[in-house]
């Protein structure tokens, strides 16, 4: 049953972890102002994608729009706080 219900999460928990690493490693190889600027970007795409999926699409495909681009917000943030951190 677990396994049942993890399998629709896969690719969005996915999403995240790809977003996550990417921002890291972005964040180990530019300057700082360069990483912030990005995921200040990304983030700015997602909070209109969560606009758009709220009211455009709707219904349960708009959910799962939604889902999604929460979780590459997430990672986006997430990979760029902990790459920030460790290069000091």
Known sequence: MNALMLEGWTPILLCGIVFAIGMYITSRK???KVVLLTATVLS???V???IFSKDVVGGWDGIFLAYFTITCFAGVW???FVGTLSKR
């Open 30 to 32: 530019v300057s700082k």
């Open 44 to 46: 700015l795409i997602s």
């Open 48 to 50: 209109g994608l969560i």
């Open 78 to 80: 997430i990979g760029t």
